[in-house]
C-alpha cells in the first residue's frame, strides 16, 4: 500500500449539465469521462458578481502554469434572470476575457448537484473524478495551487495523470471600433470619452460618438504608466473630468485610480498599489500605499473624488494634497473609506453603518452623490453630511421592471446613474436593458427608452443623453424624452431554491479546513469570524450577531415560513513552517445569503463551506 499518498476524503463528482451547452470549446460538448486524467476545477460563477470576476483574475496565473494538466471549467449559474439568457452569457465569457470552458447551466441543474451555495465556489475534482476539495468565495487559490502539485505527484506515481492540451478554443475576434465599453465622460470640447473596458483602453470621440480621435493604452492588459501608446490599463471603467484638464479613471482590474493627461495624452497612477484589498490592509493613507479593490466608477464632489468601490462594498474617497483638483498631477493625495462596512447587503444610515452591494455607478449634483448600487437593484444616495438613503431598491434577492411609485418600483442590476438638469436622474437599468427615471420631487420611477443592450453608463449632451450600450459596442443619442414610454410590470425573486429547514433549532456549521502547510493565524487573538442575520429579522428569535465560532445554534421562529440568513465568515491561516519568522498568511472570505423555508420535514443542519469538504 502507498503510505506517501495523503489521505483525503473523495467524493464521485457528479456530471456536468447544463441546458444553455458549452462555450470556447469551438462546439464541441464535454462529459466528465472526458476529462479523465486530468486536474479539473469547477468555478461556480455568475457574471453580476465582483468576487466572481476576482477569482477569473486569480485563477489566471495557475491556469497558465498548470496548463497541460488542470482544466478550469466555468459553470455558469445565474442569479438574475437576464443572466440565464444564453447570449448574456456568450457576451460575459468575452467582455472578462475568460479563457477557459464554460458550461451555460441557466436551470443551475449543476449547482444543485454539487450542492453550492454560493457564488463563488469553487471545487477541485482529482484525475480519477473524485471531488477533493470544495472553496467559497476568493482568496483560495494560493491554496488550490498547493492542492494541484500534490494531486500532479500522486497521480503522475500511480499513472493516472493525463497531460496534454485542454479543450479551450479561442472564438473568433470580432472586429467593432469598442468592445463591451463601460463607462463615457463629455470632454470640454463636446468629445466623448469612453472607457473601452474589454480592449484595455481609452476612446476619444468627436461630437458624433462615432468618429475616433484617439486611443489612450497599449491594448494590452497591464499596468504601466506613460505616453498614450506605452500606458497599460486592465479593464477600466469610470471616468470623471477634473477643472485641470485631467480625466481620473477607475482601473477596475488593476484596483488602481489613474489620471489622464488630456492635453498630452500622458497616463500616471493616482492611487492603489495594483494589488486587491483584504480584511486587516489599512482602509486610508497615502493615496499609492494603500491596495484598492475593483473600483467601478469615480465622481468628484466636495473637494474629493469619490469612489464606488464594487469589491468590498464601500464608498471611499481620493483627497488631493490640499484638498484641491489643481495638485492632481502632484503625485500626493491620501485615499479613506468614507461610507460602508465591507458587508454587502442594504442599510442606510451614517456612513459608518450603512451597508452597500457592488456600488458601480456615482453621479454628484451640489446636494446629493448619486449611486448605482447594482446587487440590490437600488438607486441610492449621500448627504453631505455623509448619510446615505435608499430611493428604489429593497435587497439582494428583489428586482423586475416596474415604474410608478419609488418605494414598489424595480429595478434589474443597475450600473449607472446620470444626473438630469430637472433635478431627476436617468438609471442605466443594465439587465433590463431599458433607461429609467427617478424624480425626487414626486417620488415616481417612470422608463424613458427600452431596447438597449446593457446600458452601463449615460451622459447629457444638449438636449440628447449619450448611452453606453455596453453589449451592442456603442454609444447611441437619445433625445430626452417628453413622456415615458409604458412598460409591463414584471416582479422576479433570485430563482434558487429554498433550503428547506426545521422550524426552531438550526446548527449553523461554516467547514473551514486550513490549506496543506498552513495552520490557524492565531498570533493576535481568534483567527475565525461569524458574522449572522435575516431578512425578515423576525426569522432569528436567536443566534444572530458577530462571534469567533464558526458553528452557532440558530433558533428560528416558527411564524415566520420563509426568509434569507445572511452568514459571513472569516478564516486566517499562515504557513506551518516554525522556522519562517515572517509566515505567508491568507485572509479566506465568504458571505452567503441562503433562501429558507421552514417545514417540519427539513433537516436542523446547515452545512456551508469555506474551505475544505463536510465530512
Known sequence: ???????????????????????NTGGRQYTLADLRGRIVILDFWTFCCVNCLHVLDELRELEEKHRDTVVVIGVHSPKFVHEAEHQAVVDAVERYGVEHPVLDDPELATWKQYAVRAWPTLVVIDPEGYVVAQHAGEGHVHAIERLVAELESEHAAKGTLRRGDGPYVAPEPEPTVLRFPGKAVPLPGGNFLVSDTTRHQLVEFAEDGESVLRRIGSGARGFADGSADEAAFNEPQGLALLDDDSVVVADTVNHALRRLDL??????????????????SPTSGPAREVDLSSPWDVAWWQGRVWIAMAGVHQLWAYDPTGGTSQAFGSGGGTVAVSAGTTNEGLVDGPGGVAWFAQPSGLAATPERLWLADSETSALRWVEPDGSVHTAVGTGLFDFGHRDGAAEQALLQHPLGVTALPD???AVSDTYNHALRRYDPATGEVTTLATDL?????????????VVVESARHRLTRLRLPEEAVKVPDVAHRTQREGTEVTPGRLRLDVIFQAPAGQKLDTRYGPSTRLLVSATPPELLRSGEGAGTDLSRALELDPAVEEGVLHVSAMAASCDDDPANEYPACHVHQQDWGVPVRLTEAGTDRLPLVLAGMDA
Open 1 to 23: 500500500m502507498d503510505h506517501s499518498a495523503p489521505r483525503r476524503a473523495r467524493v464521485r463528482a457528479p456530471e456536468l449539465t447544463g441546458g444553455g451547452g458549452w462555450l
Open 263 to 280: 492635453t498630452t495624452g500622458e497616463v500616471t497612477t493616482l492611487a492603489g498599489t495594483g494589488r486587491q484589498w483584504w480584511q486587516g
Open 423 to 425: 433635478g431627476s436622474v
Open 453 to 465: 443592450r446593457e446600458p452601463s453608463d449615460a451622459v447629457l449632451a444638449g438636449d440628447d443623453i
